[in-house]
């Protein structure tokens, strides 16, 4: 009933960029807080940045000045441009959403879903 697609993630060269876009597609009644997360090889998965339904903005130490979390709430889609790429940020990145929706029975549905990850490689 709700899907999250993530796209943009590559190969990178350290100093490079990239945007990662993660569109929220289905019956959708509101949609609240919407963040990246990422999970590094051989860690556990860790805030990268999130984003109010107001505009609010947080980020982890490691990406303050780089990274950039903004939405597009008439299409429902949360992106991070990353600035200034490191090997340190290769990882496997995530968007969560904190949704609530209409499930195939028409009840009414409120969680925190996940997208299924797009993968940042950054190495020359």
């Known amino acids: 009933q709700v899907q999250l697609v993530e796209s943009g993630g590559g190969l990178v060269r350290p100093g490079g960029s990239l945007t990662l876009s993660c569109e929220v597609s289905g019956r959708i009644v509101s949609i609240y807080e919407m963040g990246w997360y990422r999970q590094g090889p051989g860690k556990q998965r860790e805030l990268v940045a999130i984003i109010t339904s107001g505009g609010n903005t947080n980020y982890a130490d490691s990406v303050k000045g780089r990274f950039t979390i903004s939405r597009d709430n008439a299409k429902n889609t949360v992106y991070l441009q990353m600035n200034s790429l490191r090997p340190e940020d290769t990882a496997d990145y995530y968007c969560?959403?904190?949704?609530?929706?209409?499930?195939?029975?028409?009840?009414?549905?409120?969680?925190?879903?996940w997208g299924q990850g797009t993968q940042v490689t950054v190495s020359s």
């Open positions: 969560n959403v904190d949704i609530v929706y209409y499930n195939a029975v028409d009840e009414y549905v409120a969680e925190k879903r």
